[in-house]
């Protein structure tokens, strides 16, 4: 991870600096160890409440969240008549905010963080009153730490062990998730207990229940013996296209942003694309920050309602032991795809945000040497994010649709917040 050097530079318009902290926030999580897609959800969700609230006081067309989201009742107002800088006012909440949610980040991302601190403060005060700088400064902390000491009765502000569990009762049978990783550490699931977290839109993360996968069976004949064998098949013939599309959308913790930051990395880019004010970015990230953060409750959730295995455990033990799937497995149970939720999610909030038909190129993997892919729609990428799943091998059919539809689903609760007069 490289570090971000204080350089100087005109005073930045404040949608183009919260770009900035954001795209350093996507490298922070793949570079901080506890930072799983459920986690990074989370805190993209309290992030972009922060920057929201942050702007709601300098904006006559947003209407605040408190009152509307459980337990957020009041947030620090502006005073009456005073002067603010809506720069300084974003560059201080986030400043304030990043070291609350990545505080146990590697030394790299300590430093770059430090770093972005100092640049941004500095472009941001530049020829601003003191007493301006002084009054907008103590708002944006005085908001971002609310946000922070709301967040922490959520069930997800402390993380041991990775995520994984010291101790817990496996549910047994043979459709029930088992270890597919000979690492320690994950010989029990992730995070089993983070479906039971506080949400922000839905009324809990059994609000958006899916109808459940097909029933296990061995019968060659059976539904789910023709979804695992098409995952088989998919991984036996898979063209160069489809697993470069496995690969682009694999986004693997600390090897990557993450599913969230994927999807943040492509609201970004559209953002900047669109030349997206102020307003309308930190409206359109409060609102993709609650809905990933809702899906990745909702779908573990599911995922510890069903406990059900993975591809790679039924193919080997039924079709062929030595298959192996083109992806790493991740350690916890299939139904449903934790990519098809928040990706459902995704274009839920994109395409409300947007329109049904807009057409983009996702840049997102191009560091890492992936090549851009283009989409007509948010609706078409979503699709590819699920389907990508069982050409990587490590979802079957079912978790990946009813996962698309979870999402959609959670998001719908996300849209209706009100977040304009």
């Keep these: 991870m490289a570090s971000l050097a204080v350089v100087a530079g005109p005073r930045p318009e404040p949608a183009v600096m919260l770009r900035d902290w954001y795209y350093l926030m996507n490298e922070l999580v793949r570079h901080t160890a506890t930072y799983s897609p459920p986690v990074a959800s989370r805190s993209f969700a309290y992030l972009g409440i922060t920057v929201f609230e942050a702007a709601v006081g300098g904006s006559d067309k947003l209407v605040s969240l408190a009152g509307q989201l459980p337990g957020l009742d009041v947030v620090p107002q502006r005073e009456p008549g005073a002067a603010y800088d809506e720069t300084v006012i974003t560059s201080a909440a986030l400043s304030d905010a990043i070291v609350h949610y990545f505080g146990n980040t590697g030394p790299t991302g300590q430093r770059s963080i430090r770093n972005a601190q100092a640049k941004w403060r500095a472009l941001a005060i530049d020829g601003v009153p003191a007493d301006v700088v002084e009054r907008s400064e103590a708002f944006g902390r005085a908001v971002a730490d609310a946000i922070y000491d709301w967040s922490l009765n959520d069930g997800g502000a402390t993380i041991s062990n990775m995520g994984f569990p010291y101790e817990l009762d496996l549910p047994k049978g043979e459709d029930k998730w088992v270890p597919t990783s000979l690492v320690q550490q994950q010989q029990l699931p992730l995070l089993p207990d983070w479906g039971n977290n506080r949400t922000f839109a839905t009324p809990t993360g059994a609000a958006c229940a899916t109808p459940g996968n097909p029933a296990y ?103 062929d032991p030595k298959w192996e799937p083109i992806l790493n497995t991740p350690p916890f149970p299939e139904y449903p795809s934790g990519h098809s939720v928040v990706s459902g999610a995704m274009d839920t909030v994109l395409t409300a945000f947007f329109g049904d038909h807009y057409a983009f190129e996702d840049k997102t993997g191009s560091p890492d040497g992936r090549n851009p892919r283009k989409f007509g729609s948010f609706h078409e990428a979503a699709e590819e994010a699920g389907i990508s799943r069982l050409y990587g091998g490590i979802h079957f059919r079912a978790a990946i649709e009813d996962g698309l539809a979870q999402g959609h689903c959670i998001a719908a609760y996300t849209v209706a917040l009100k977040t304009r007069k």
């Design 217 to 319: 069976s061995t019968e060659v004949g059976s539904q789910f013996y023709k979804e695992a064998n098409e995952v088989y098949e998919a991984v036996k013939n898979a063209t160069p296209e489809q697993v470069a599309m496995a690969r682009f959308w694999s986004d693997d913790p600390m090897l990557s942003m993450t599913p969230p930051g994927h999807w943040v990395s492509i609201a970004l880019q559209v953002a900047e694309r669109a030349n997206l004010p102020l307003e309308d970015s930190v409206d359109l990230l409060a609102r993709m920050g609650m809905a990933m953060s809702d899906a990745f409750v909702g779908c573990w959730h599911e995922k510890y309602v069903y406990n059900l295995l993975r591809p790679v455990t039924y193919i080997k033990r039924l079709i």
